[in-house]
T-cell receptor, first 114, second 119 residues
């Protein structure tokens, strides 16, 4: 049990639609990151939020956007969905007090775009 | 060039035996961290063990230990006394740069090794 919860766990969307995925980070963790994991691959870093601001981004287009709220929970929004956006989306949180700011992941949201 | 290389797409091990999963990394940053995660078919990425680049001792967590050879840039995961529940994908990951509050940094993952434990 990592204390990182994500919703929804599974969803199906149509190409061109928009989707919002949610993440509640572990208590006391003020940094949240999002990762995309395509089938058979390792996760790829999308972006990171700290104190409600984006402070790191991977190689993803602007239609991938996010928010972090004062309670450190976070949202990932994807506009104009494409078939290649079908993947497992993982939220990760970290904070002080753990070795190397150990990063804990949630169970993920499985997104299928048809 | 790949920053994290896991050369074993799949591994088999007999229950109760030990197994080593290989991981090599590439970085020019003197400060970095290495992580191993377990991912069952459910999808959750479960943290197993962490090794910092300046740590003098190899990390251990219960049945998991990390064989850290800095000069060879390898960070192999050793699982002792394998159990059926250890069957899963295993990912090695690296974070580069110094760590400070607010800098979770991005993890760079390898392609993973699928471990199957035989009864």
């Amino acid at each position: 049990e990592t204390g990182v919860t994500q919703s929804p766990t599974h969803l199906i969307k149509t190409r061109g639609q928009q989707v919002t995925l949610r993440c509640s980070s572990q208590s006391g963790h003020n940094t949240v990151s999002w990762y995309q994991q395509a089938l058979g691959q390792g996760p790829q870093f999308i972006f990171q939020y700290y104190r409600e601001e984006e402070n790191g981004r991977g190689n993803f287009p602007p239609r991938f956007s996010g928010l972090q709220f004062p309670n450190y929970s976070s949202e990932l929004n994807v506009n104009a969905l494409e078939l290649d956006d079908s993947a497992l989306y993982l939220c990760a949180s970290s904070g002080r007090g753990t070795p190397g700011n150990t990063i804990y992941f949630g169970e993920g949201s499985w997104l299928t775009v048809v | 060039a790949q920053k994290i290389t896991q050369t074993q797409p799949g591994m088999f091990v007999q229950e109760k035996e030990a197994v080593t999963l290989d991981c090599t990394y590439d970085t020019s940053d003197p400060s970095y961290g290495l992580f191993w995660y377990k991912q069952p078919s459910s999808g959750e990425m479960i943290f197993l063990i962490y090794q910092g680049s300046y740590d003098q001792q190899n990390a251990t967590e219960g049945r998991y230990s990390l064989n850290f050879q800095k000069a060879r840039k390898s960070a192999n995961l050793v699982i002792s006394a394998s159990q059926l529940g250890d069957s899963a994908m295993y990912f090695c990951a690296m974070r580069e740069g110094p760590f400070y509050g607010g800098s979770q940094g991005n993890l760079i993952f390898g392609k993973g090794t699928k471990l199957s434990v035989k009864p």
